[in-house]
């Protein structure tokens, strides 16, 4: 068996690693497009899925999604877990946000709260992804 490799004076390998580029990440305001939630029951819980896409110029650093539930007098009711994306949201990616909330006889409406790192995000439902 033949093995091929490039020594260098002192006996080491050499392996370049390709270069990489770093991007700053959106300050401020961020846009994020989205399909219409799909919400499901799976036993006590409700199971929401949201389909974004960031449309920013710029990644999006530490994405959070938050659900908040309220009854027929807007009394909040309760709340999902947050979602937190842990990497930075690239331009143009797409990702499943997931939320679960426990079921409470009192839900009647419901409202998302999009923010990151930087700032807030400016959301826009978009027919299709």
């Known amino acids: 068996?033949?093995?091929?490799?490039?020594?260098?004076p002192g006996g080491t390998?050499?392996?370049?690693a390709p270069a990489t580029k770093l991007i700053s990440p959106v300050r401020g305001e961020a846009e994020l497009g989205y399909l219409r939630p799909v919400s499901k029951r799976e036993?006590?819980?409700?199971?929401?899925t949201i389909?974004?896409?960031?449309?920013?110029a710029g990644p999006i650093a530490g994405l959070k999604v938050d659900e908040f539930w309220y009854d027929k007098g807007?009394?909040?009711?309760?709340g999902a877990q947050p979602f937190r994306y842990r990497k930075a949201?690239?331009?143009g990616e797409v990702i499943d946000v997931v939320l679960r909330v426990p079921t409470n006889p009192k839900m009647d409406r419901n409202q998302y709260k999009f923010e990151h790192a930087n700032g807030?995000?400016?959301?826009?439902?978009?027919?299709k992804l």
């Open 120 to 127: 807030a995000i400016k959301t826009k439902l978009l027919p």
């Open 43 to 48: 036993g006590n819980m409700i199971v929401t």
């Open 13 to 16: 390998v050499s392996a370049q």
């Open 51 to 56: 389909k974004v896409k960031n449309l920013a």
């Open 1 to 8: 068996v033949l093995t091929a490799g490039l020594l260098l």
């Open 89 to 91: 949201l690239m331009p």
């Open 74 to 78: 807007g009394e909040p009711v309760t």
